[in-house]
């Protein structure tokens, strides 16, 4: 076989999929294998187990308007695409900027085009596998209960999986003759974070001005919303009619999805190796900061400390990537606080768990990178101070950066109700420092870069912080309801710390 060709490439690049992905959830360790291999047997099970109930009991398509079927699909398929182009534009965009092999094979006498074009099938086969793991059962069960033709299904989610890396594609390069190779990375997660929550956001925000509540089913299942769209037989249904299984319907959205991939690759294939090239010498970690360095600032060492670790999580765009999703999902029940102001205290009690779960997510999150993703601890620990010190500076920093993200929330909230806004800060408080406190125990060394899979370091610490989180929010909605539960999910929370504590590794 051909070393340049699309064959040698294709393979290359699933046998280096395959080892980071074995990497990451086997974490060297071989013996995992039958663990690894029983719990996605068990997903996969549990999903079909689910799918069969959900089709069994609800879905009777003969007795309901189609077009109803057909909006409630095209809903759930354009969250599902912005989800999708989120996670492709995140790829398209690393792809340019990893090293590793890439300047081997730049340097090598292959086409460069070839193995950007094998990346971005493969980024299109990868975006679509999240969503193929939640609607895949679905269509097995129903091509079991109505005939294979059901099955043509996967084939509407490739196509719209094609459509996304497409339209990553365009924006990636767009970004890169527009505002160069220094910001783009930066910028692209802003959008990537941006996309793959907008549409639920917005959905979910004309269920408040239009329906007064949160639900995404008020709108796409709304009278309204029916008879203003055009009937059955237009060619604006074909997306939905191929993910229920039309094979004209099929045929076309594959044709069209496969078609504008296709015709985005050959648009900018020449220039491949140029942006790739183009992204030598860009920092790692810092794209997005082109001021010119502040002056040296005088001070005690844990407050140099401190201001050191908010000025890298200030400059790491991969971390804007992870946390914007998540505080942008905050607009929402703000959004309900502001429509209700002074009215209704059931929005002050929808914003207040959520601002405390979002409160200890993030601290996991900004712990992880101040603790473990220290990228010169040779350096920190060289440095004229204690590591006590040290360690105080950073869990500082954590606090203050969480802070900062939700005191906007909090100061509104308190003009609505300052005794739920109290409760709330008392709440994230709690709930960031117990997320803070297992990072702390369960620190390991790690890159900056590995951000993304930082959630396999360690199982006890991921699933303790995200219960954690939950039984703090908990509290805080008990609380500001003066329910006496509060106290038993407070319980329930300190008996977390109290266990992740017990079973954490010596060296901590």
């Known amino acids: 076989m051909s070393?340049?060709?699309l064959a040698w490439f294709a393979r290359h690049e699933v046998g280096l999929f395959w080892r980071d992905w074995t990497s990451l959830v086997l974490r060297?360790?071989?013996?995992?294998?039958?663990?690894?291999?029983?719990?996605?047997?068990?997903?996969?099970?549990?999903?079909?187990?689910?799918?069969?109930?959900?089709?069994t009991d609800s879905v009777n398509l003969a007795d309901t308007d189609p077009r109803t079927v057909f909006i409630f699909v095209s809903g759930c398929a354009l969250v599902s695409l912005s989800l999708m182009v989120s996670q492709a534009l995140e790829m398209v965009t690393r792809a340019f900027y990893a090293r590793a092999d890439l300047d081997l094979i730049l340097t090598s006498p292959a086409p460069s085009a070839r193995i950007?074009?094998?990346r971005f099938c493969a980024i299109t086969l990868m975006s679509v596998v999240m969503s193929a793991a939640l609607v895949a059962p679905f269509f097995n069960v129903m091509a079991f209960l109505e005939g294979p033709v059901w099955l043509l299904g996967y084939?509407?989610?490739l196509a719209m999986s094609a459509i996304a890396t497409a339209i990553a594609l365009i924006v990636a390069v767009a970004l890169f003759r527009t505002v160069g190779p220094k910001r783009t990375r930066f910028i692209a997660q802003i959008i990537a974070a941006i996309i793959g929550a907008g549409f639920a956001i917005a959905m979910k925000l004309v269920a408040i001005v239009y329906f007064g509540n949160l639900s995404?089913?008020?709108?796409?299942?709304?009278?309204?919303?029916?008879?203003?769209?055009?009937?059955?037989a237009s060619p604006v249904w074909i997306p939905a009619r191929a993910l229920l299984g039309d094979?004209?319907?099929?045929l076309a959205f594959c044709i069209g999805g496969f078609g504008v991939l296709a015709l985005s690759i050959a648009a900018f294939s020449s220039r491949f190796a140029a942006l790739a090239l183009s992204t030598v010498g860009v920092s790692e970690q810092n794209t997005a900061n082109t001021r010119r360095p502040a002056r040296f600032r005088a001070g005690t060492v844990r407050r140099t400390m401190r201001r050191k670790e908010l000025v890298l999580l200030a400059r790491d765009p991969w971390l804007l990537s992870q946390t914007l999703m998540q505080m942008l999902y905050l607009l929402v029940p703000a959004f309900l606080l502001w429509r209700n102001f002074g009215s209704d205290i059931g929005a002050v009690i929808v914003v207040v768990p959520v601002?405390?779960?979002?409160?200890?997510?993030?601290?996991?999150?900004?712990?992880?990178?101040?603790?473990?993703?220290e990228d010169a601890p040779d350096l920190v620990q060289s440095a004229p101070m204690s590591a006590h010190i040290a360690l105080q500076a950073k869990i500082e920093a954590v606090l203050v950066a969480v802070g900062l993200a939700v005191a906007p929330i909090v100061l509104f909230l308190a003009l609505v109700d300052p005794r739920a806004a109290l409760i709330t800060a008392i709440c994230l408080v709690l709930s960031a420092s117990a997320a803070t406190a297992m990072q702390v125990w369960f620190r390991a060394q790690a890159k900056r870069i590995h951000f993304r899979h930082r959630h396999a370091s360690s199982k006890i610490a991921t699933l303790a912080e995200a219960f954690s989180s939950i039984c703090w929010a908990g509290t805080a909605a008990f609380a500001a309801l003066g329910?006496?539960?509060?106290?038993?999910?407070?319980?329930l929370a300190l008996l977390v710390l109290v266990f992740v504590w017990m079973v954490r590794p010596r060296e901590a």
């Open 483 to 491: 329910n006496a539960l509060a106290v038993l999910t407070a319980s």
């Open 247 to 250: 094979v004209s319907a099929v």
């Open 116 to 118: 950007f074009i094998v």
């Open 355 to 373: 601002v405390v779960m979002a409160s200890g997510q993030l601290a996991g999150g900004l712990a992880w990178l101040t603790l473990c993703g």
């Open 155 to 157: 084939f509407a989610l």
């Open 3 to 5: 070393s340049a060709s």
């Open 216 to 232: 995404r089913l008020s709108v796409l299942t709304s009278p309204e919303l029916t008879g203003s769209l055009p009937g059955p």
């Open 28 to 55: 060297g360790k071989p013996h995992r294998k039958l663990l690894v291999g029983l719990t996605l047997a068990g997903f996969i099970v549990g999903m079909h187990v689910v799918a069969w109930y959900t089709v």
